[in-house]
């Protein structure tokens, strides 16, 4: 059975060597000291590998079963959800005029990464109560915040979000379910929704739906479309819970994965909604949400990947077979550990460069989104915004992957269900698919972000990774960072000028590119974070830091990303650059 | 749910317009002219698609069951079996002299691809059988053969393969099932065996085991492995059924795929084995069987491809969401096919390009085993044997990778099991991992496969792609084949070389790059496929073929391959060149 542990060291790293937290001039940040934020680590890793990470493997082989039109979570699921509530942790970075501690949501993220490995379906009812929790701050009228936040807050109630229909995902303009204004102001909700994480449960007094859905007078496509709060149970003016409103479960999904969580189909049949944000402005209000959501979609891709390496990596240990080709190193043994085996190290240091990367990746993105809404820092805003889709797309891509790549370590152990491994590789799965398909991100990347407020963002970012190779010039020690960094982002270059020389005369040749385009610059966000990895270590090291296994270890494990992950940038490139007729020039019909 | 059409066309067409089996001087091979061929493929993909494809969920959903011992199969796989044992199916490519058919190894081989397609699980019972078959005609006995060959050719009787124990998979020397030889001739054999595919089910009278176990005086590792035949029931003299033999199914496993397959610990209890070849040499013969298993588990790989691409492409025609972005092309609807959308096409022609590569590399290779069978070609066997790690590993890694993006294609709906697309991804998996683990393929290739006989294989190969370059120069319409062929094909002798001028100071330098290697050189072998098949296409077309869609699809096709999978090849030569240092540097205490 797959353990956890939660890598506190690796994220000290971020937060302290990488990130520098308190020297930041970003409000919250100078409380972020060491041994602070060592205590919060701590504490929740003891939640995530102690109460958490023991009850994945029983969330996946039990599901949740719908009984009476009531969900029931798996066993164990409950108390672990009093254990969360108990420690605030929900609360953890939401504002404290509603009962949390308005940490900065760079901590946040490195609590959320550790529930995530732990437990990801587990951790979905409360990530989806999150990003429900943001979008009411948003778009939610005063009266809405104070009904509705405290106790989404304190999780004695959850969130959920309802976009999907059955004949409509992406495209929500096919949008069917309809919104009836009422004479008391509120709406009648009818429609199904699907797909629906977290839908229902029987953790929680009470569920706060929030659903789009058209009004009348919106006219066609997403213009008609607004968003409502509807309760599962409706709250009396006194905070009380009142009369059940008309939702409920059609069923509960079998999926491939994420078992413990119940994604449901939701039936509205008349259910009372209130309007939240401005009518036929629901899309805009929902991507407050989503934006978040893809950020926290993006963690999931490596924290699965973190909790499968881990095991992975003590398979490798302790699993004798065969002898280390330049002699025994288990002489004693009847075999060497796996992890003598060449090929068994490449697949490891693929996973572990990897996951180390995408955690510096996604805390300095969490950092970003900091600077944004606490100084209101619009460059790190439209830097986020144009990273949200590389974070999402490309991590939850290769997270999958090398999930995968764990699972491959133990042989024929990894495809028996109890070894553990398999639901990791399951489990990371969906992270592809939902909250926008990784085709989407993508699209969106390409077809929107790059060229947005007239591609300053882009050209911010290239500046950035032109300054960091700039700092190092001369320092022999960080060539093996510097030369691959450079090459890799002068073909994320040539990649963009081919799509703005192209896309005029047909946009498709540009979006035939953008998947490539998406892992292209994935893989340049995380040359950079080892570049600025690879300097600070050797910046402890100099500083004469204790742990310099630690340290060294870090610099190895950055060279082997340079070496070995980076190259795939050529390969994305000459595919960008083949253009639009491989993609196209088969009709439809002749496939 | 999915469907599945056998694609006889492609086949055909690889037959014939690509290997031009009735031109070929191996026996047999004149009998193959396209009617014949057709007539064989369109009786067995009836079958597959009407018989084996409505089960493949079944299997999926129900999977086996272990009751009073005995293995009971999912509702409807008796009645199939009964199907594909009357169509005589299984002796199709076995000798007639045990109730077979004779026919070439290619025609089993597209055959087997179908029902491979249709419901892999279900076929593992006769794919086991097929492997043992070709165990004991190896190195069975006279009488072995006669007593035991007409019934599994039959399908009364099935076979498994039996070599993993719980601490020993790739390292067979570890070993620790026993065989004692008895005053009869007979060895009683105790121990336990795991992962037996097919290891018991209630489709046939009996089962034939083939066991690997150490008997005494055969010294250390592996020199004292024999393989044994185990029967379920022993076989008396006149051919009728006698006791139960003492082996018994400990479990099934719970898997991630191919439910419909009872994976098996196997307890031998002192049951009686008859030893098959010589003693102390059981290695030998296990691996006899094992060659053309690799071969049949990388047909799986783009078999199941093939199965969750045509379900992809028929989800992409039907799903409306979203409108091209060069205007609309279902202006009547209330928006496009997915089709439409350069990204999801990206996705479709990855698959596509990669299935039909992989049929036309695949049949290539079964082709090669005809040669060395039939004619005693040793070139064609020093070929097909450097091969076979190549249509194993690569063909299983691409194939999930493939069935993954099948899966993707589907958005949400492809995480929901009720849809099918979940299998597909599930059973693919197993493909990378069993008959060796794709790293143990890599490892075999390049410590072992690459250097065979002097070199001398892949210099035939080398010499093969280069003159398949220069019989088109000159050729414009070749252009976009034999260039990018030539790059890749000097790709693969430049990785050849580093890894000579550099494994004997370092082996890890060349097995460090062993999997990187595997994957250069796949897409070599399909490159050349892709080329060889676009000259047919022109050939046909020029001959004035009917179907001239199809053959100007291939070519499309085959050019998509080549500007869209073949740059891959860079990516890996730099992986490889940067050697063993940033795989081998890490202390493993320091990971």
Not at 128 to 148: F, R, V, W
Not at 306 to 318: M, P, T
Request: net charge negative; aromatic share 8%.
């Amino acid at each position: 059975m797959p353990t956890y542990t939660a890598p506190v060291k690796d994220m000290d790293f971020v937060l302290h060597d990488l990130l520098k937290v308190t020297e930041q001039d970003v409000p919250g940040y100078a409380d972020l000291d060491r041994s602070f934020t060592q205590a919060i680590l701590e504490e929740a890793g003891k939640l995530a590998s102690e109460v958490l990470a023991p009850l994945n493997a029983v969330g996946d082989r039990e599901g949740c079963r719908l009984e009476n039109g009531v969900v029931r979570t798996p066993t164990g699921f409950k108390a672990a959800f009093e254990a969360m509530k108990d420690g605030g942790w929900n609360g953890l970075d939401l504002p404290e005029e509603y009962g949390g501690q308005n940490m900065p949501y760079v901590v946040g993220t490195a609590v959320g990464e550790m529930f995530v490995s732990a437990n990801m379906a587990f951790n979905m009812y409360q990530g989806l109560t999150h990003g429900a929790i943001n979008a009411i701050l948003t778009a939610g009228s005063d009266e809405q915040k104070a009904t509705y936040l405290p106790k989404m807050v304190s999780l004695e109630w959850t969130g959920t979000m309802n976009l999907t229909e059955p004949h409509c995902g992406t495209d929500l303009g096919l949008m069917r379910t309809r919104a009836e204004p009422q004479a008391d102001g509120s709406y009648a909700i009818t429609g199904q929704k699907i797909f629906i994480s977290a839908g229902d449960h029987d953790m929680a007094e009470n569920i706060i739906h929030l659903v789009l859905a058209k009004a009348p007078g919106g006219g066609e496509g997403t213009r008609g479309v607004s968003l409502f709060i509807v309760p599962k149970f409706l709250v009396n003016p006194d905070g009380s819970l009142g009369a059940r409103n008309p939702v409920s479960v059609g069923k509960i999904e079998e999926k491939m994965g994420i078992h413990g969580n119940a994604t449901c189909v939701l039936n509205y049949d008349g259910a009372k909604g209130f309007l939240i944000g401005d009518l036929h402005k629901g899309m805009k209000a929902m991507f407050v949400m989503m934006n978040e959501a893809r950020i926290g979609v993006g963690l999931q891709g490596y924290a699965q990947a973190e909790a499968a390496y881990q095991n992975a990596l003590a398979y490798a240990k302790d699993r004798l077979q065969g002898r280390a080709v330049t002699g025994a190193e288990n002489p004693a043994g009847p075999a060497d550990p796996l992890i003598v085996h060449p090929d068994i190290r490449r697949n490891l240091m693929d996973q572990k460069s990897f996951v180390e990367g995408a955690r510096a990746f996604t805390f300095w993105g969490a950092h970003l989104i900091d600077r944004g809404h606490r100084l209101g820092d619009t460059a790190a805003e439209g830097l986020i915004s144009l990273m949200t889709p590389v974070i999402k797309g490309f991590q939850t891509d290769k997270g999958f992957e090398m999930a995968v790549a764990a699972q491959q370590v133990y042989g024929g152990h990894g495809y028996i269900e109890e070894w553990g491994m398999s639901q990791f590789a399951r489990d990371a799965r969906i992270a592809m698919i939902y909250e926008g398909a990784n085709g989407i991100q993508a699209l969106d990347l390409v077809g929107r972000k790059l060229a947005a407020d007239g591609g300053k963002h882009v050209m911010a970012f290239f500046d950035m990774v032109k300054a960091e190779c700039k700092a190092h010039e001369g320092d022999d020690r960080m060539t093996g960072f510097v030369e691959p960094l450079k090459l890799a982002s002068k073909q994320m270059q040539t990649a963009g000028l081919y799509f703005m020389q192209n896309a005029m005369k047909n946009p498709n040749a540009a979006l035939s590119g953008s998947y490539d385009f998406m892992h292209l610059m994935g893989h340049v966000c995380l040359g950079l974070m080892w570049t600025r990895m690879a300097r600070a270590a050797y910046d402890a090291l100099e500083a004469g830091a204790a742990d310099r296994d630690f340290y060294q270890a870090k610099i190895a494990t950055g060279r082997y990303y340079m070496a070995r992950h980076l190259p795939a940038c050529t390969m994305h490139l000459a595919r960008i650059e083949s253009g639009a007729d491989p993609v196209m020039s088969l009709a439809a019909d002749h496939f």
